[in-house]
């Protein structure tokens, strides 16, 4: 059981949720920003320990055909930049970089991926990491909230596993 309060305002957003229990958890989000540029900030506050167990902060950049936005994640230790551009007037096809560090050990991954629109129905995915991980997905809308997923993933690194491919039909009625 929660005691939720949320509020939004034009350009700015707050949610604070703590548990009703003896030791509740005390969550807060906050976000302000504009149509081009916005900062937000979630945070897990546990009251038996007297600790975060989860702070992240980010800021982002959007204009019609790019995204951009950096976010420090899992008490700073994750940094993650990540950005999106859709080419094109129809913007049909989108690139996409990540880049993500772990500032702990020094760990880096690297992630791009495609996305093109073929129709109002079928949109395909694909994403390449730098541990040789291929990713593929078709997304065919049926109706309005049903669709039918084909993915497929594939490990360049290692060309004696046998691919993965899943199908997937969500319905509702």
Do not use: W
Request: proline share 2%; hydrophobic share 40%.
């Amino acid at each position: 059981l929660n005691l939720k309060f949320q509020q939004s305002f034009r350009n700015a957003a707050l949610s604070i949720s703590v548990g009703l229990n003896q030791s509740p958890d005390i969550l807060l989000s906050a976000t302000i920003g504009t149509s081009s540029i916005a900062f937000g900030i979630e945070s897990k506050y546990k009251t038996t320990s007297r600790s975060f167990s989860r702070l992240d902060a980010g800021i982002s950049v959007t204009n019609p055909s790019r995204d951009a936005s950096i976010i420090l994640a899992e008490k700073g230790d994750l940094l993650r930049l990540a950005y999106a551009h859709r080419f094109g007037q129809s913007r049909k096809i989108s690139a996409v970089a990540e880049v993500t560090r772990r500032l702990s050990n020094n760990k880096n991954s690297l992630a791009v991926g495609v996305s093109c629109i073929a129709d109002k129905l079928t949109t395909v995915k694909a994403t390449l990491n730098n541990r040789g991980k291929l990713q593929a997905l078709l997304v065919h809308k049926i109706k309005p909230n049903s669709s039918l997923n084909i993915s497929a993933e594939f490990n360049m690194k290692a060309l004696d596993k046998i691919p993965r491919i899943g199908l997937a039909l969500a319905l509702r009625l």
